[in-house]
């Protein structure tokens, strides 16, 4: 009896399509990707229904962390003049003077959290140096001596002598206690600065809520 | 274009002695390390991606003002305070407490209107509060009382918002929020949203008197707060 023959089928596929959507997603993912920026602290930030897009450019930001301790960031990746014209606001409102090199480390840091004593100290360390050592924070429960005050009149005066608009930033961890978060919004009110954001992740509306009936009523918000 | 043939497998002649036959080579090439690679960068990249951009709510503080005639007065009627104090420490998993009264606080003998519930609570005890508001100006409309809110119609005409009749309706709604020195970032952030998801329009945030503070502190020390 003549068996039948099984036609022997190669265990070799053809991966040409596979490797194409593979380099598709790739170059995706390289294209989208932004780098998280570096910051000197972790900061778990609540959720919040406000879906509010917030600047990444020409904007400030106030970090606080869960044990309190306040940074000043100043985010302009497009304008790299800025964080030195702020130190020399800084400088001549707290008769200090930076160096060049101060202003450059200054930029790189990212954000700072040490008082205006050890600023200068602060900025002579490395960049690698500066990521190691904890900073104690910018002191700004005690009324009399709340720095971030001078830290955001003086960004405020720098935006406002390019004349470009400044967005103000305030990105604090869940845990952090209230005393703090007020002295921080006293300092913004200090300088006449009554409008401000808070960075949260985003969550959904409860449903049924009156926003969630809002939304769905105006659908359309161009926003 | 004709092709040289080369094989000299069809073509019956047999090439000289010593004569060896080029081997042919594939054109496949082994792509499995190249795929692995690929697919390691492709891990990477979406590991490090930082899509969305950074979201938030937008908030406004009013300008201190010291001279009381200046101040904004709060109907009493309408008016709900709002006391965060001291959450549960992290890990126990319960809704942290949230003190309110409606009104003025009152807490003679007998009468007592400061309450405690938690976060989940407080989103009812808002809408029950709005709903109430509501209520007692619906006839506004029925009398013919709608230039009350005339800006806010023109506004909402504008923008075309058809929410303005409950924004004129509730317009006496004032919640007061007062956090107290152990209220942490969280429950600012959660009340103010709170504010966001009921839809009110005007609530402040005030510091907490000092007879506002101790009730929260004996109400947290009865319910065993450390």
């Not at chain 1, 596979?18 to 170059?27: C, H, N, P, Q, T």
């Not at chain 1, 390289?30 to 570096?38: E, G, L, N, W, Y």
């Not at chain 1, 959904?204 to 926003?223: E, G, H």
């Not at chain 2, 009398?143 to 806010?152: H, P, T």
């Amino acid at each position: 009896m003549p068996s039948v023959k099984m036609p022997r089928h190669s265990t070799d596929t053809d991966m040409t399509p596979f490797v194409d959507i593979a380099f598709l997603i790739l170059s995706f993912f390289i294209m989208a990707t932004k780098f998280k920026p570096k910051e000197p602290i972790q900061t778990e930030i609540p959720n919040s229904v406000s879906a509010e897009e917030l600047p990444e450019n020409d904007a400030m930001m106030v970090l606080i962390d869960s044990t309190n301790r306040v940074f000043f960031a100043v985010l302009s990746e497009k304008d790299k003049t800025i964080p030195g014209k702020v130190l020399d606001k800084i400088g001549s409102t707290r008769q200090m003077t930076f160096t060049a090199d101060q202003k450059e480390s200054f930029r790189k840091a990212g954000a700072v959290g040490v008082p205006f004593s050890q600023l200068s100290s602060f900025l002579d360390l490395e960049t690698e140096e500066q990521a190691k050592i904890a900073q104690p924070g910018i002191p700004v429960t005690d009324t009399l001596d709340n720095q971030l005050i001078y830290w955001i009149g003086a960004i405020k005066q720098v935006y406002a002598e390019e004349r470009r608009e400044l967005k103000y930033l305030v990105k604090g961890d869940g845990m952090a206690t209230y005393p703090t978060i007020e002295a921080v919004i006293a300092a913004f009110k200090r300088n006449d600065q009554l409008k401000f954001n808070l960075v949260t992740s985003l969550e959904n509306a409860p449903t049924n809520s009156d926003l969630d009936k809002y939304n769905r009523r105006m659908p359309a918000k161009s926003k | 274009m004709a092709s040289i043939d080369t094989s000299g497998g069809d073509s019956g002649h047999k090439k000289g002695p010593g004569v060896k036959k080029a081997k042919k080579l594939s054109t496949r090439v082994d792509m499995t390390p190249m795929v692995d690679l690929g697919f390691l960068l492709i891990t990477f990249f979406i590991f490090t991606a930082t899509m969305e951009t950074p979201k938030g709510m937008k908030i406004l503080m009013p300008k201190d003002v010291n001279d009381p005639k200046k101040q904004n007065e709060a109907k009493e009627s309408g008016a709900l305070t709002i006391m965060l104090g001291k959450p549960f420490p992290p890990g126990t998993g319960k809704p942290d407490p949230v003190y309110f009264y409606h009104g003025q606080l009152k807490v003679d003998a007998g009468v007592n209107n400061f309450e405690t519930t938690t976060f989940k609570g407080i989103r009812d005890i808002i809408i029950k509060k709005k709903a109430d508001v509501i209520g007692r100006h619906t006839h506004d409309f029925d009398q013919g009382k709608e230039s009350i809110c005339k800006e806010l119609q023109d506004n909402a005409n504008k923008a075309k918002d058809p929410e303005w009749k409950n924004a004129c309706l509730s317009r006496d709604l004032v919640i007061i929020i007062k956090p107290g020195p152990d209220a942490n970032y969280k429950m600012m952030v959660d009340i103010l949203d709170e504010m966001t998801i009921n839809q009110v329009k005007t609530y402040a945030i005030v510091k907490i008197l000092d007879q506002e503070l101790e009730l929260v502190r004996l109400t947290e020390a009865s319910a065993g707060i450390k």
